[in-house]
């Protein structure tokens, strides 16, 4: 991947008329999205009895992901915010309804109607603060709060994200684990740094057998399931679910104490800098009338 | 936009309670026919606001929904096919959402609800 997107501009500004009609006109990118697209159905595990559920697609641009949705005999809605997106999808007369909107902004959905979400590469677009009054942190927080609100129970969500580093995946993962979402994440081929794809299996709802997270697929496209092979090498799943053990806090309540005090005056001293004189007072925790 | 949708959207305007249903202010109403699932109508029969959807109907001018609905009446051929009607293949044109609350616009573009909130409104 040579450039990212959301390094250029905002997305309703990067995706204008122009580069949403290159994006649906290139066949090699309508090929990747289809693809992801139905992976991320796959992921989302729906009944197999033939009846079509009512699924949300957030980011649905032109609605390529839509198509393999409505393909599957679906009924969806899509969010985006770029106009000339949407545009181009109803060109294409996709089946679904569209709607823009901001995903950072919440999801104006009643609460328990959606039998469930897809999102392709689409998330990561949300640990970026565009505007002044954007916090990343928030508008994530917004975004899974309000998901988890219109899930319906024991539903799922499948986030395909090209997180830029660890730390943004620390983030989307927590604000999601915040929420109240179990799950993990699932990597296909995690060996190709080209095709390895990282898939955010989400669960809405207390964890059960349902929340498992399935197995990634491996580099010959077949799903490494026998964890007791010894294998380790082509394990292909990692997980960090919600109970993982919290980072423990170092600082007791005593505080830090005056000789670590004392130690950093005479550091700080001997730089140079102006340090008030030791006295009785040093270090002493203050009266609780404070 | 389908009135399926409209039964899903509420206002997302901060500080408002009860933002649903947003009001129809219908200036284009198109009908698109659409394949008519049995199983998908029972299945969204108990996620639809019955009565949201009468009056949404109703602003789009098509009247021929009962007032109230009973699961029993899922059986009935003549039931399913009204409510596939006004569920799936009565479109929104142009026209626009009104929040219930605050008197909001959200306005409808060729079909497509602008739900973009201003930066005050989050």
């Known amino acids: 991947m040579a450039s990212r997107p959301e390094l250029l501009a905002p997305p309703e500004i990067f995706y204008d008329d122009t580069e949403a009609r290159k994006y649906t006109s290139s066949s090699r ?214 109970h993982r053990p919290r980072k423990k806090q170092k600082v007791n309540k005593k505080g830090k104490g005056r000789e670590w005090v004392m130690k950093k005056k005479e550091q700080m001293r001997k730089k140079g800098n102006v340090v008030p004189p030791d006295s009785k007072y040093t270090a002493r925790k203050r009266k609780s009338r404070f | 936009m389908r009135l399926l949708t409209h039964n899903m959207l509420s206002c997302n305007v901060k500080g408002v309670t009860n933002g649903f249903p947003l009001i129809i202010q219908a200036d284009k109403v198109l009908e698109k026919p659409a394949e008519l699932n049995h199983d998908f109508l029972r299945n969204m029969f108990y996620k639809v606001d019955w009565k949201a959807l009468v009056d949404a109907a109703k602003s789009m001018g098509y009247s021929e929904l009962p007032e109230s609905a009973e699961a029993s009446m899922l059986e009935s051929l003549d039931f399913l096919n009204r409510f596939h009607h006004a569920l799936m293949e009565l479109h929104l044109e142009e026209g626009a959402l009104i929040c219930p609350e605050t008197g909001r616009k959200f306005p409808v573009d060729k079909g497509i609800p602008n739900m973009l909130l201003h930066e005050d409104e989050v």
């Open chain 1, 29 to 242: 990118i309508i090929d990747i999205q289809s693809k992801l697209s139905e992976r991320a159905l796959e992921l989302l595990a729906l009944p197999d009895d033939g009846i079509p559920r009512l699924l949300l697609d957030i980011g649905c641009g032109s609605g390529l992901s839509g198509e393999t949705l409505s393909e599957n005999g679906h009924v969806w809605i899509g969010l985006d915010i770029s106009q000339s997106m949407l545009n181009v999808a109803l060109e294409r007369e996709v089946e679904g309804d569209l709607l823009l909107g901001d995903m950072g902004q919440g999801l104006g959905l009643r609460s328990g109607v959606l039998d469930g979400a897809i999102s392709i590469s689409a998330v990561q677009w949300l640990c970026n603060a565009d505007k002044s009054s954007h916090e990343p942190r928030l508008r994530l927080k917004a975004f899974f709060g309000s998901l988890y609100r219109c899930l319906a129970r024991g539903a799922r969500a499948v986030f395909q994200v090209y997180p830029e580093n660890i730390a943004q995946r620390e983030l989307i993962l927590s604000s999601a684990m915040r929420a109240g979402f179990a799950g993990g994440v699932v990597v296909d081929y995690p060996h190709s740094s080209k095709s390895r794809k990282e898939y955010l299996v989400l669960t809405c709802g207390p964890p059960s057998l349902s929340t498992s997270v399935p197995n990634g697929k491996g580099e010959d496209g077949e799903n490494s399931t026998d964890e007791s092979s010894g294998d380790e090498e082509n394990q292909t799943v990692s997980i960090s679910d919600r």
